[in-house]
């Protein structure tokens, strides 16, 4: 079965560097998400992005945030300055419809920052 | 802000039995609701949704219930297996769009 894969696994940077998450979505769906959960609590949705754009996001993702799609597989999330809270597990998803259902996610990136 | 709240942070049920996971949303424009499970060191794994036109959708052990009067949901796994061992969310979005997702249920089956 086809699967979003996500690198790397583990993500160790310190406090104020850029980083740069990377997922590929499963090859025919055209609908990708960023979610995050902080250890502990809930999932958070951060954004979603389908024709090369931006179609929703959380204020969660602020101007620190940023992804693309920089070729026809791989769909990343960057963080610019990076801070001691963004320390989280850090979820890819695609989906092939709008409706988004259902959304396959991969493993995870953590990210530890330092 | 919490519009979506499962209140049980564990449950653990023995091997056969029926599990029955809860959940309880606010926001009466949700109209997609759906399941995940996740093992650790995994991603969320789709289990089952349902949408705000339905009160019931069942996939093999798996049924969903939706009471919109209450704002509640719930997931039924029977027979439970030990295998299904894994922390549940569930999640709510309305017209499709960002989906909210509950702290998950710890679910423990002891054979």
């Known amino acids: 079965e086809p699967e979003v894969t996500q690198t790397p696994s583990h993500q160790v940077t310190q406090m104020g560097q850029e980083v740069i998450l990377r997922c590929v979505p499963i090859s025919n769906h055209l609908y990708f998400y960023w979610y995050r959960q902080i250890l502990g609590q809930k999932v958070e949705f951060l954004v979603s992005f389908y024709n090369n754009e931006i179609s929703e996001k959380s204020e969660i993702f602020d101007d620190q945030f940023s992804v693309e799609r920089p070729d026809g597989s791989n769909f990343t999330l960057k963080i610019r300055s990076t801070k001691l809270e963004d320390s989280a597990m850090y979820f890819c998803a695609s989906s092939d419809d709008r409706g988004g259902q259902p959304q396959h996610f991969g493993d995870g990136t953590r990210l530890s920052i330092l | 802000d919490q519009q979506v709240k499962q209140n049980s942070p564990s449950l653990s049920v023995q091997e056969g039995r029926i599990s029955i996971l809860n959940c309880d949303y606010t926001?009466?424009?949700?109209?997609?609701f759906l399941w995940y499970k996740k093992y650790p060191a995994e991603g969320p794994t789709f289990l089952i949704s349902?949408?705000?036109?339905?009160d019931k959708n069942e996939d093999g052990r798996f049924t969903v219930f939706l009471n919109k009067s209450a704002k509640h949901l719930s997931l039924h796994i029977v027979p439970s297996q030990p295998g299904d061992s894994a922390v549940y969310f569930c999640a709510a979005s309305a017209m499709m769009n960002q989906f909210y997702f509950g702290t998950g249920t710890s679910l423990t089956v002891i054979p």
């Open positions: 926001n009466s424009m949700f109209d997609y």
């Open positions: 349902i949408s705000s036109i339905k």
